[in-house]
């Protein structure tokens, strides 16, 4: 195992730089998972720390060692790929023993090699079968299964579960999380799900057009996002946003509404008043909006409603046992504790 560190690192295609000065340390057992839209630089990120993908500038430790002019099979990893990459003219045995292909040990060793990784994946039974026999799900673990035979510093898994249904995706992120509890590498993650993101790491990278917007835990990216942006991509349904302003005393909404004392006496500016579904409820805290429902999703124990108001469209969550109704006139409201202020300018977090 070990840690790894990103000093100032850089990618540029010819004049175009889509990757500008990330500074990351994760720790040694560490899971981490980058996560962002598509285009933000994640899984060119992932591909360079991996040797795939040549540095334009900054430097990728590994450990004690600067890895930036090593080969990717030098380095101490191993790559799990969104499409498996497994043979299919190979049984599972021989598909796990690739990782080891150049391995000097001897077959004994990499025999126990093999059956210890099926063990820790439960597919000792399965090491004779054809990739074509398996579910996709099997398929994903045997391709990680090749990548931990080779008993690696650092895990690259690089959307590994985006080409699974969704009952399957959430198994295999229940069987990660008990591997990495098991085997206590450190393991790199990469997806745009934020779902993924949240229920997996230890601690998340969110990432926006080559820049890192916010590093921590899953609580403190949702309850203490350091702006919009990672407000409203963490979080399903996303963070609603209410134009406000502050002045000297006291901060309103655009229709008049006061919302608490003013967190910066002396300031006139701008901002917004940001709020989670989860926190709205029906005439209860501080009154925000009042609308018509437009739309209502059960979802079992909760249903999310979306609210036409003055201030646009307004998403709540609340019990499935509410008897609110399509063209239900509402009031929502929330606690101040659970209100987030943002610069409306800059979108950076405000102190409260």
């Known amino acids: 195992m070990a840690n790894l ?16 000065g990330i500074d990351l340390d994760i720790a040694d057992g560490e899971f981490v998972v980058f996560v962002g839209p598509s285009g933000c630089g994640k899984s060119t990120s992932l591909r360079m720390i991996a040797g795939l993908e040549e540095i334009t500038s900054g430097e990728v430790w590994i450990g004690d060692r600067m890895v930036n002019n090593m080969e990717p099979k030098d380095r101490d990893i191993a790559m799990v790929f969104q499409n498996y ?114 229920t997996l790491a230890d ?13 921590g835990t899953p609580q403190e990216v949702f309850y203490k996002p350091a702006n919009t942006f990672v407000a409203k991509f963490i ?20 229709n008049g509404q006061k919302i608490m004392a003013s967190p910066r006496p002396g300031t006139d500016r701008n901002i917004l008043l940001g709020v989670r579904p989860d926190d709205l409820s029906f ?32 998403v709540a969550k609340v019990s499935s046992q509410s008897d609110a109704q399509v063209g239900d006139e509402v009031r929502l409201g929330a606690s101040v504790d659970a209100l987030h202020l943002f610069d409306g300018q800059s979108g950076a977090a405000l102190d409260r």
């Not at 990680?144 to 690089?158: E, K, N, Q, S, T």
């Not at 601690?203 to 590093?215: S, T």
């Not at 963070?239 to 502050?246: D, E, V, Y």
Request: with cysteine; net charge positive; aromatic share 4%.
């Open 5 to 20: 560190s990103l000093k100032k690192l850089t990618k540029a295609y010819g004049k175009t730089e889509v990757l500008h």
């Open 85 to 198: 990459a497994i043979y299919p003219h190979m049984t599972v045995r021989r598909n796990i023993a690739f990782g080891l292909w150049t391995s000097t040990m001897s077959k004994a060793d990499k025999n126990k090699r093999i059956e210890e990784v099926a063990r820790i994946l439960d597919m000792s039974d399965l090491l004779d079968r054809k990739p074509s026999q398996l579910s996709g799900g099997q398929r994903q673990r045997v391709a990680i299964g090749r990548a931990m035979v080779r008993h690696p510093a650092v895990f690259l898994f690089d959307e590994p579960l985006s080409n699974l249904d969704a009952q399957l995706r959430t198994q295999m992120r229940l069987e990660i999380k008990k591997l990495h509890q098991s085997v206590g590498n450190t393991i790199i993650f990469v997806t745009h799900d934020q779902v993924e993101a949240m």
């Open 203 to 215: 601690r998340i990278v969110i990432m926006k057009d080559g820049h890192i917007q916010q590093v």
């Open 235 to 254: 979080g399903a349904p996303s963070m609603n946003l209410l134009q406000a302003t502050s002045d000297d005393q006291e901060i309103r909404l655009l």
């Open 283 to 314: 005439d209860d805290g501080v009154p925000l909006v009042s609308g018509k429902i437009s739309v209502c999703e059960p979802l079992g124990s909760e249903m999310l409603i979306y609210v036409n108001s003055s201030e646009g469209e307004i």
